[in-house]
DNA sequence: CGGCTCCTCGAACAGTGTTCGTTGACGAAC
DNA sequence: GTTCGTCAACGAACACTGTTCGAGGAGCCG
């Protein structure tokens, strides 16, 4: 014990030019950032994700950030492919392509509706990140071993890509409505009250459907859309073997 | 001519609260304002699209738009409408409806891409203006009047959507570049160059397809993903009409 | 113990969507 | 014909955004 124990209570004179807060240096890097943004995202969604927020949910200012990451596009990118991570690839087996295409592409989906609307980043952009580049190679490898034609192998990357990213975010924005407080039955019952009292005379098919528009989830309907495009692929390698 | 021109001539005395500056009262209006946005949108993009760009293309300020018009979602909302009913509807005919129904979705695709990234705003919201629901009633009544099942035609709508606004981004990104003064593509052959630099022994089948990676542009590839989809749909049609 | 090079970070800038309260013009009522 | 009430218009402000600048401190190498 030193006799100092008084003065060390008493509050620096207000003309003393602050200490800087005991800076403990905390080690920013890289992986913190794309790690704390990852937490925020999943748990707030991407419209709360700020330079300032993941700043602060590190102790330190938007600034410091900059040192690591170039830009906000950069982490994003550094996020998607974070969770292009999450997906386990399958060994190629031409005997069950069909299977493993589908869920590779399931797997994907739910990677991307799982992390708040990330996907919104993914739309428009080639992701080039390691991970990214690991499910493409798995993606056309399957594809290929399946006897998919080489320039549709190609194209469908691209298409699937599009449609597994915009369904995603479909379902991402239910689980957003849903944290926001608002309840996302009581929404599309509202719709579909709207739909149903549309003028039968202009929109007869609307109406006569509103029972079935009603039907299934977002997994449901990606699952849909999914075997259409399987189906579709799988008609284009049965034309490619017919021709040979 | 009154003895006053002299008095006339002298400044305002400083304390005078200032006269406005005789307002013409300009009218302004729901449909002018969608007009101007929409010109700032083909012309610059979402990005460029603020309440104030808005306005000062109107010769007004920000605030007077918010007297038509309740957020700056809204104002997208009228916009995605306005676009979609650029968009014209067949007649629905069961013995054509894959002709017909691949013309239709072309004919969104381009409407979308035509005019800047407004396909951003359609994802994950069910679009309800009058103009989206006549492109979903004559989508509907095409699919059905080709025998496709009520269930998959409800689904289909939605599908097709994401996956038409996906592909519209897509390609309005490709404007967007161009717009900014890059080269899509000097991009993406960098993009490629990339690929092909890739270590064979980890991404074989990437580095084997460089090519038929490279061919193409977004229509092609648009029309690639919705013949998929139609004979997807194809299929579920021949399997409604063979059950009976 | 310098000197050097990074990393850190408060402050500032230009921009965003939106709200507030005042102003002024028009239409209706007396 | 004058007065009054209502509501669109609008300047200013607020709380936010991404990003830059420059000062300062920490660690390392000679």
Redesign the pocket.
Known sequence: MSPMTAADALPDPPWWTP???A???????REAIVAAALGILRAEGID????????TE??????????????????LDLLLDEVLGEIDLPEPDGAHWREQITALWTASHAALARNGDIARVLLGRVPMGPNSLCVAEATMAILRAGGVPDQAVAWAVDVVGSFVAATAIETAEHVNLQRAGGDPGEYYARVFRYFAALPADRFPVTAALVPVLTQGDGDDRFAFGLDLIVRGLAGRAAEAQAAT
């Open positions: 200490r800087k807060t800076a403990p240096r905390r080690s920013l890097s709360a994700l700020s330079m300032r927020r993941v700043a590190l102790g330190t200012g938007a600034a410091s950030l900059y040192a690591h990451v170039a830009h906000k596009e950069e982490l």
